[in-house]
């Protein structure tokens, strides 16, 4: 079992930056995918980015392309979103995901852990 706690949620401004952090334990880190899913009020909750163990593969939802970057630090055990030119739409509650396998993922059928969830208010 992975335990992940999530860190650096927070209320900005359009066009602002914000870096989220989530911190596991448990699984070997560097066993397993990792990613960011976002749940906004009334809507579904939808896959941001996920890298692969090795970070050679990662994966952006297009609503972020450009703007999002995610990584990883097999070391730190620490996966991170570096989020850029932030727009109102981005307002959710961000949940640091640990896949099951290697591979990266692309819904929440592939995941094994959840973290607790982080808000990241951006206003206009």
């Known amino acids: 079992q992975v335990q992940l706690v999530e860190s650096g949620g927070g209320s900005v401004q359009a066009g602002d930056s914000l870096r989220l952090s989530c911190a596991a334990s448990g699984r070997t880190f560097s066993s397993y995918a990792m990613g960011w899913f976002r749940q906004a009020p009334g809507k579904e909750r939808e896959l941001a980015a996920a890298?692969?163990?090795?970070?050679?593969?990662?994966y952006y939802a297009d609503s972020v392309k450009g703007r999002f970057t995610i990584s990883r630090d097999n070391a730190k055990n620490t996966v991170y979103l570096q989020m850029n030119n932030v727009k109102p739409e981005d307002t959710a509650v961000y949940y640091c995901?640990?896949?099951?396998?290697?591979?990266?993922?692309?819904?929440?059928?592939?995941?094994?852990?959840w973290g607790q969830g982080t808000q990241v208010t951006v206003s206009s």
């Open positions: 890298v692969s163990w090795s970070a050679l593969s990662i």
């Open positions: 995901a640990a896949g099951r396998g290697r591979g990266v993922f692309f819904s929440d059928s592939d995941v094994s852990s």
